[in-house]
């Protein structure tokens, strides 16, 4: 069987007998209209490795594999191996299942050596911020990610320091990468629909990648200050130096964690590695 003589999407869910577990934060995207426009979101695919995460019924799937991505599919609910298993057999050797928990799955093991990626993927709610969180700052570096978000998470990762929503992710995703909203969809969209909209978020690489003491003194200071956000930074930041790191980063002590700019906080994290030699050496 080829891709394109697939039978519909419900028609596989209802042979098999599989619906959404809203405990494991499910929400099928089944109009393969939209599942065709996220790929086209995601940039040219023809040949390239994409890591999808919660393919479910593979909607999301069908749609890489028609743009000719080479895709790596993580699954972690076992329900939907049988059917998945289907799709990999129409897809000529370009679908991998992984069955897996995608936070404990190191990525560059699944592709060959140095091989890029980008991540593609409805997530599931529930497991979405650690997920970011991971792909931005560990190890495997995306090539870019196109990723589903609950629409008030999207909204977070895009907030301007002294919005409402601004907050540790937003600066973790603007100081690694350059997000943007790039698609919203309503509630009735998905089966079963969830209770809030959703939203698209395109990441596209920074030119210049951080250095990986830079990345971890920066997830320090922001589960400091954000831990503590109605903290003036001479207090949230107590532990790792408050005012004289502060004064070191020339960022005001006074000033709330909410109020300052991801410049701000790569400051900070910069003046924390300068206070932190390397234990082989400068």
Do not use: C
């Amino acid at each position: 069987m080829k891709l394109d003589s697939l039978p519909p999407l419900r028609d596989g869910l209802a042979a098999h007998g599989l619906a959404a577990k809203r405990a494991l934060g499910q929400h099928f995207l089944l109009d393969l209209n939209l599942t065709a426009k996220i790929a086209r979101l995601a940039g040219p695919l023809e040949n390239t490795f994409v890591i999808e995460v919660g393919p479910g019924p593979g909607g999301l799937t069908r749609a890489l594999l028609a743009a000719g991505a080479r895709v790596i599919a993580i699954e972690r609910d076992r329900r939907f191996l049988p059917l998945l298993a289907e799709l990999a057999d129409a897809a000529e050797g370009r679908l991998q299942i992984v069955a897996a928990d995608a936070l404990a799955v190191d990525e560059r093991a699944l592709l060959p050596a140095g091989a890029p990626a980008s991540v593609v993927a409805n997530l599931p709610y529930n497991i979405s911020a650690p997920l970011l969180a991971k792909w931005l700052t560990a190890a495997f570096r995306p090539a870019s990610m196109t990723l589903m978000f609950q629409k008030e998470v999207a909204e977070r990762i895009v907030a301007p320091a002294g919005a409402p929503a601004y907050g540790r992710i937003s600066v973790l995703a603007q100081a690694l990468a350059s997000p943007e909203i790039a698609m919203t969809l309503p509630a009735r969209a998905f089966t079963p629909p969830p209770k809030v909209d959703s939203a698209v978020v395109r990441f596209a690489p920074k030119g210049e990648r951080l250095s990986d003491r830079v990345v971890a003194r920066l997830e320090d200071v922001t589960r400091a200050a954000f831990g503590q956000r109605r903290k003036m930074l001479r207090s949230s930041l107590r532990r790792l130096g408050g005012e004289a790191l502060s004064t070191r980063a020339g960022i005001d002590s006074k000033l709330r964690a909410e109020d300052v700019p991801v410049d701000g906080f790569l400051a900070l994290a910069r003046a924390l590695v300068s206070d932190q030699p390397r234990a082989d050496g400068p």
